[in-house]
């Protein structure tokens, strides 16, 4: 119990006290991101309760910690996000490379982006749309043959990749594109 309460202590001097993501100070826990890796968060942060997206903005000055824990913290918690602000914020994260490598490694297969005609799809492709897809919520039809540029992979999910279309972030499904 000694080795816990050291450990607590470099913890809440490391953040000053503060949740590492937010700042909140209240009801401080450690989490573990990696093997021996922890960071201090409030519970709003631990996802506890009924969080407001709003609350996850937080993230966009977290990222800039200097501490590689809470950078992997960050970096997977943008991840699972799925809003156009998460995932600018984590392709602008400056990480040396081993931290981003510790980042990316979950421990689980590698997610790998295909488009219909089995062509691997990497994160800043441009892809054609093979149909007319509605836009749910937009109010618009991305017509077939547009192409869209830059496009982002989403990591937890092979089947769908997000982009720009007039403006709008959307999520595409990997089936109806091709790599151009």
């Known amino acids: 119990m000694e080795g816990f309460a050291v450990r607590w202590d470099e ?7 503060v949740c590492e993501f937010c700042g909140a100070a209240d009801e401080l826990a450690s ?7 922890q960071v201090l968060l409030c519970p709003a942060c631990r996802g506890e309760g009924d969080v407001p997206a ?9 990222a ?12 997977r918690k943008l ?26 490694d979950t421990g689980a297969a590698e997610v790998v982006h295909v488009d219909s005609n089995g ?8 892809v054609v749309l093979i149909k007319d897809l509605p836009v749910k919520g937009a109010g618009f039809t ?10 982002s992979l989403v990591p937890d999910n092979a089947g769908h ?8 972030r959307i999520v595409i499904l990997t089936e109806f594109v091709k790599r151009k």
């Open 54 to 62: 709003a609350h996850w903005r937080c993230l966009e000055g977290a």
């Open 161 to 168: 990749i997000e982009g720009r279309i007039e403006g709008q």
């Open 119 to 126: 062509m691997r799809l990497d994160h800043g492709d441009t």
């Open 64 to 75: 800039w910690s200097g501490v590689p824990s809470v950078q992997i913290a960050v970096w």
């Open 142 to 151: 991305a017509k077939r043959g547009t192409a869209v540029r830059s496009i």
């Open 79 to 104: 991840g699972e996000i799925a809003e156009a602000w998460a995932s600018e914020a984590r392709e602008g994260m400056m990480m040396d490379p081993d931290v981003a490598a510790r980042a990316a």
């Open 11 to 17: 913890l809440m001097d490391r953040a000053g006290g």
């Open 31 to 37: 989490v573990d991101v990696t093997g021996d890796d």
